[in-house]
C-alpha cells in the first residue's frame, strides 16, 4: 500500500484544512486508516483513526469536536477535516494504514505511512 497524504497549509488561528490521503496498491477496503502527527521536539500523536467497523471512528481528546475522519472506499481515499484550529495543531500529520484488527490508537500497529504534510496555525 502507498500512500499519499496532501492538503497541508498555513492558516490562521480558527481556520479549516482538510487533508487527504491517496492510497494506492492493495486492496485498500483490507486496511483501516488512521492519522496521526508530530509537532517539533515531540513525540508522535494519535489524532483519529478508523475502528475495525468502518461505522467506528476514534479520535484524540484534544480534536474531539474540531476534526472529522470521513473515507472514500470508490476513490481509496480518506479526509482529515480540520475545524477551529489551534495553534497547537500545529505539526507535520500523517496518513496510515493498518489491518483491521490492530489497535487504532498505536502508531505501532500501522504497517504503511504517507510521506506527511506539514499544517501551520497561526496565532
Known amino acids: 500500500v502507498q500512500l499519499q497524504a496532501f492538503g497541508g497549509g498555513l492558516v490562521q488561528a480558527g481556520g479549516s484544512l482538510r487533508l487527504s490521503c491517496a492510497a494506492s496498491?492493495?486492496?485498500?477496503?483490507?486496511?483501516?486508516m488512521g492519522w496521526f502527527r508530530q509537532a517539533p521536539g515531540k513525540e508522535r500523536e494519535f489524532v483519529g483513526a478508523m475502528g475495525w467497523s468502518g461505522d467506528i471512528i476514534y479520535y484524540a481528546d484534544s480534536v474531539k469536536g474540531r476534526f472529522t475522519i470521513a473515507g472514500d472506499n470508490a476513490n481509496n481515499t480518506v479526509y482529515l477535516q480540520m475545524n477551529g484550529l489551534k495553534p497547537e495543531d500545529t505539526a507535520v500529520y500523517y496518513c496510515?494504514?493498518?489491518?483491521?484488527?490492530?489497535?487504532?490508537?498505536?502508531?505501532?500497529?500501522?504497517?504503511?505511512w504517507g510521506q506527511g504534510t506539514q499544517v501551520t496555525v497561526s496565532s
Open positions: 496498491g492493495r486492496t485498500f477496503s483490507s486496511y483501516r
Open positions: 496510515a494504514a493498518r489491518s483491521a484488527y490492530k489497535n487504532p490508537r498505536i502508531g505501532d500497529q500501522y504497517a504503511y
